[in-house]
């Protein structure tokens, strides 16, 4: 029996007819008649030619059980989150910083770093890992810089003591640190990405981004130091995430441009990062971040600020390391965290590698089963296969520690899908110029 796909959206718009679906990513413009049998699900009158087509984009489906495709992706998601054999480990050498951010949390935390009795577990924690081959590794923190010579002797020694191979490696940091040597480093150990924060341009990032040492501004020596990493090494992928908040998004579309028509390179990236900081209760985010439903918006402004927007709906992953089960952060007193945000907060310990042992299995439990993109809301989502299931912090967060946080996309709202459906029909691209991705 035919019928329409649950992922299936049409829609009309000033007399035309469309049709999109989100398994598929296709989407077009379809005469009035077609649309019409399609609405009123009068498929025999449908010409077979049309059929097959409709079949191959995943219009209309034979499949009795209109759930296949969810439960093929659950599927797809349990394989990767319990039988990978490559190990998500994050290690953060020290929660210190060289910056004394406002918002951030490491001023209010007594500052730790990695001992050399902790990089002896790291290496045995790893070779306890039997069933695992390979590692994703990122330095994290704190600032990671802050141990480079640290970094430098557990790089070594992952790849000498132990059979894993790095498979991938990258760092996040602020790059104020970076000279010569580490360049070095990076350039030897193969460092594949570096992902760099800034907070706006110069005047609004040295408000928030000043030295531990006397709040000195640090936006020229981050860029001094972007522009060297780029030029020494041509091969390695730099990232800059410009953290945005409705008091400066403009600042994106400035230094979008500056970066890519000034300072071209290929292997350099740029993002609008929507930050997060919580109200003061701690339920829902402050006025002056952006919500989910708030993002249309935004990319409609940075549009009309020059930045190259497609909004054509995208497949994205499901699900984070919470639901993986080789997947960590492990903190300089060997701590074991399972999210990024949960670290310095000694409440949100699942583990250590000092016994390598894992506890605190209400969390732990908690987020591996009861935060994943599978619930029943999602599988009856038009836009599940381009939703990635929001974060899965944030939905703990609501489920168990009475949150308001927004999780789903805003194209689950039909008006906002269509409203970024058609802004896909009128996108004039730059040439020249990268393309940021929707959502």
């Not at 579309?253 to 350099?268: T, V």
């Not at 339920?283 to 940075?302: A, F, G, P, V």
Request: proline share 5%.
């Amino acid at each position: 029996m035919k019928k329409i796909s649950p992922y299936t959206f049409l829609f009309e718009n000033e007399g035309r007819f469309f049709i999109f679906n989100a398994q598929s990513e296709f989407f077009s413009e379809v005469k009035k008649e077609l649309y019409v049998m399609l609405y009123d699900r009068k498929m025999d009158l449908i010409p077979e030619e049309a059929i097959k087509l409709l079949k191959e984009k995943k219009i209309i489906t034979d499949y009795a059980n209109p759930d296949l495709y969810f439960h093929h992706t659950l599927t797809k998601f349990l394989n990767e989150a319990y039988g990978s054999k490559t190990m998500s480990l994050i290690i953060a050498p020290t929660t210190g910083c060289n910056f004394e951010c406002p918002y951030c949390f490491e001023p209010k935390k007594n500052p730790k770093s990695i001992t050399p009795e902790v990089e002896d577990k790291i290496i045995e924690y790893i070779n306890n890992r039997d069933h695992i081959d390979s590692i994703h590794l990122t330095w994290y923190g704190g600032e990671p810089l802050l141990m480079s010579r640290e970094i430098c002797r557990l790089y070594d020694r992952i790849c000498k003591e132990t059979e894993k191979k790095i498979t991938y490696q990258e760092i996040i940091t602020n790059a104020y640190l970076i000279n010569d040597s580490i360049t070095d480093f990076f350039r030897r150990s193969k460092m594949d990405k570096i992902q760099i924060s800034i907070d706006g341009v110069e005047e609004t990032h040295d408000k928030t981004r000043f030295t531990k040492d006397g709040h000195k501004p640090t936006f020229r020596k981050i860029e001094e130091n972007i522009e060297k990493l780029t030029s020494a090494l041509p091969e390695l992928n730099v990232s800059l995430r410009i953290n945005i908040h409705k008091d400066n998004f403009k600042d994106f579309a400035i230094l979008y441009s500056r970066y890519f028509k000034e300072k071209r390179n290929d292997r350099l990236t740029i993002y609008p990062g929507i930050i997060r900081v919580d109200s003061p209760d701690s339920r829902s985010l402050c006025h002056y971040c952006y919500n989910n439903d708030d993002l249309i918006k935004l990319y409609e402004c940075l549009e009309r600020e020059g930045v190259n927007i497609d909004y054509m709906p995208r497949i994205h992953h499901k699900g984070c390391m919470l639901q993986q089960t080789d997947a960590f952060i492990i903190g300089p007193e060997g701590e074991l965290y399972k999210c990024w945000d949960d670290v310095s907060k000694p409440e949100k310990v699942v583990g250590s590698i000092m016994n390598d042992k894992l506890y605190n299995y209400d969390l732990l439990m908690r987020y591996m089963h009861e935060c994943s993109p599978f619930d029943e809301e999602c599988r009856k989502c038009k836009v599940f296969p381009v939703c990635g299931g929001g974060c899965s912090l944030l939905r703990y967060r609501n489920k168990f520690e009475d949150g308001e946080f927004p999780v789903c996309s805003p194209l689950k709202n039909p008006i906002t899908l269509k409203r970024v459906l058609l802004n896909h029909l009128k996108e004039n691209h730059r040439e020249g110029m990268p393309v940021i991705h929707i959502l």
